[in-house]
């Protein structure tokens, strides 16, 4: 799971960062709503935690700028602003969640399970399935049948991309860049490298063919 951190606060974005990371998230930060936005629009995320009171574009402001554009990705509020209009306003431009500071840690892991759970990027048990293939997002771990695929990490983070976008065409740069990441040294030729290791794993159990290569475009998990 891929998370952008929005915040000003240096303190406190190393925090939230560290909070969610022991959770094994993907953290990626910004210091100001710009870089923010450009992030977003940048990257394959999975949640985005924003402030309201940043500089250069307040939180407010990016948010509705992401929905106007359709950016639908779940995003919650983490801000001192605690009035009841700040709420509601932060919920109507399109906020999933409103979390008023100071808060807990596990407060805070709470109410991004529940939106990740809302929006299907994992079950109610923390797993995730297509088909027989089955993700324990806890662990980290994949089985079908009950049998563990002994994925390595960038198996499990791709084929836990496929599904939670299944039956849906994924191009090589969008795969790459939620996978790997935009920093990343490599280039998106990795893809089809990690798409035919898969393939080898799902192969031991006649799944192989669930992963459809799209031609000139990219790949789809569809039985």
Do not use: C, W
């Given at each position: 799971m891929r998370v952008l951190v929005v915040e000003d606060d240096l303190p406190l974005r190393k925090i939230i960062s560290r909070i969610l990371e022991e959770e094994e998230y993907e953290v990626d930060q910004a210091e100001d709503g710009e870089e923010g936005y450009f992030m977003a629009t940048s990257g394959?995320?999975?949640?985005?935690?924003?402030?309201?009171?940043?500089?250069?574009?307040?939180?407010?402001?990016?948010?509705?700028?992401?929905r106007r554009e359709g950016y639908q990705t779940p995003t919650l509020f983490l801000t001192a602003k605690d009035l009841?209009?700040?709420?509601?306003?932060?919920?109507?431009?399109?906020?999933?969640?409103?979390?008023?500071?100071?808060?807990?840690?596990?407060?805070?892991?709470?109410?991004?399970?529940?939106?990740?759970?809302?929006?299907?990027?994992?079950?109610?048990e923390g797993k995730i399935s297509y088909g027989p293939i089955i993700l324990d997002t806890h662990q980290h771990e994949g089985f079908i049948n009950h049998q563990g695929l002994k994925l390595t990490i960038k198996e499990y983070e791709l084929l836990f991309y496929l599904i939670q976008n299944k039956e849906q065409i994924l191009t090589r740069e969008q795969i790459f860049q939620r996978v790997w990441g935009i920093d990343s040294?490599?280039?998106?030729?990795?893809?089809?490298?990690?798409?035919?290791?898969?393939?080898?794993?799902?192969?031991?159990?006649?799944?192989d063919h669930l992963i459809r290569t799209v031609r000139g475009v990219g790949y789809m998990l569809k039985e």
């Open positions: 394959e995320y999975d949640l985005i935690t924003l402030d309201v009171m940043l500089p250069k574009m307040d939180g407010f402001s990016l948010l509705r700028k992401l009841m209009e700040d709420k509601v306003q932060g919920l109507d431009i399109g906020a999933d969640d409103y979390i008023v500071k100071p808060f807990a840690a596990q407060e805070l892991l709470a109410r991004v399970r529940s939106l990740l759970r809302r929006a299907g990027k994992i079950g109610v040294e490599t280039t998106d030729a990795i893809v089809d490298l990690y798409i035919h290791y898969l393939r080898k794993k799902l192969a031991s159990f006649n799944y």
